[in-house]
């Protein structure tokens, strides 16, 4: 499959020395994607009733996080031990690895700026987009969507809340996008030509050290252009040949190397968070 070409490649760079594995992106991306915690069981559900799964939001096979931030490890001992924080949020793949294996076309690449969607009424939950993709960036909907009471009624009016049932992932916050061209089209300038900043991810606004960018990889004005092309800049698993539209910044050549899975062997990766 050829990958295919966009005038508009809406992307992130992702500088791993200013990530401090806070988790910041991670609560803005829940709350600006009505994200709900497994933390409450649902009493209808005989399954739920069952178990005590619900009850642990540390499940990881069970909870639901779009954005997701790992602890890599240079596997040395103190003196020379050294930690990295890698957030990965749905790659966005030119040549995604997710869409030819949906057996309904719940997943496509086909709008402008490049973002891989994802259609829940046409998922059926086989969930075989999620054994294709090597980020492991998408998550099923094991539960009814529930939350604390009271904290439902925070829920953003942008975002569909999903059923149980189908699979979700990070859409890079589309509904921002389409607020950012309606915006555009008020204000009388072009929403196919955005400036740098008009259309920003919940993730790259909260994050306090500012170590995540986001803008069009094709605009030579947006300042994720300059960025993805630094010596210090690479892909994760770049030799599958995916194409990510997400990319990592790093002085230290260790972290380089476990982004390629080069040295699992010698380095340790973690889930820090979720």
Known sequence: ????????????????????????????????????????????????????????????????????????????????????????PCMQCGHPACV??????????????????????????????????????????WWDPLWPEGMDKGLSPNASVRPRGVVEKCSFCHS????????ARAEGTDPMDLADGAYNTACAEICPTKAIT???????EHKVYELAKSKNSFRLLEKLGLDPQVYYMTEREWVRMQGDNYNGGDGAASNHHG
């Open 1 to 88: 499959m050829e990958v295919k070409e966009f005038k508009i490649k809406w992307g992130m760079v992702i500088d791993i020395d200013k990530c401090t594995g806070c988790g910041a992106c991670m609560v803005g991306c829940q709350v600006e994607n009505n994200i709900a915690p497994m933390t409450k069981k649902d009493p209808y559900n005989y399954v739920q009733a069952l178990t005590t799964d619900r009850d642990d939001a540390s499940n990881k096979l069970r909870t639901l996080t779009w954005m997701n931030v790992y602890e890599l490890s240079n596997g040395k001992v103190f003196p020379d031990h050294e930690v990295a924080y890698l957030p990965r």
């Open 100 to 141: 030819p294996v949906c057996p309904v076309v719940a997943t496509d690449k086909n709008e402008e700026g490049g973002i891989v969607s994802q259609i829940y009424p046409r998922c059926i939950g086989c969930r075989y987009c999620m054994a294709a993709c090597p980020y492991h960036a998408r998550y099923f909907n």
């Open 176 to 183: 921002r996008y389409l607020d950012a061209k309606n915006k």
């Open 214 to 220: 986001f803008g069009d990889l094709n605009n030579p």
